[in-house]
């Protein structure tokens, strides 16, 4: 079993930045694959980006690339998503979510969510 629990949102001006937590338990953090979602109000859950168990390879939706980074620190079961030049329209509830099953831009093949932390970019 692994609980996650992110932290970090809040309320931005547009080109800021925040970077959004996600605290594990659980022992067998390191074995995991881990990836960010994002669902704002009225649209469908989104892929964000993801990064593999030892952190050596990242991925990124289009339409963060560039802007976004992900990274973990497998020694404190964490794994962290650091957003810059933030706009309007990444207005969102961020979810963090382990273990794929293969595909590791499709939600529903994750086995284990967070409960979100709200991230809200004024214009």
């Known amino acids: 079993q692994l609980q996650l629990v992110e932290s970090g949102g809040g309320v931005v001006q547009a080109g800021g930045s925040l970077r959004l937590s996600c605290a594990a338990s659980?022992?067998?953090?390191?074995?995991?694959?881990m990836g960010w979602f994002r669902q704002a109000p009225g649209k469908e859950r989104e892929f964000v980006a993801g990064?593999?168990?030892?952190?050596?390879?990242?991925y990124y939706a289009e339409s963060v690339k560039g802007r976004f980074t992900i990274s973990r620190d497998n020694a404190e079961n964490t794994v962290y998503l650091q957003m810059n030049s933030l706009k309007p329209e990444d207005t969102a509830v961020y979810y963090c979510a382990a273990d794929p099953t293969v595909d590791y831009t499709d939600g529903d093949q994750y086995d284990y969510w967070g409960q979100g932390t709200q991230v809200t970019v004024s214009s």
């Open positions: 659980g022992r067998l953090f390191s074995s995991y694959w």
């Open positions: 990064i593999s168990w030892r952190g050596d390879s990242t």
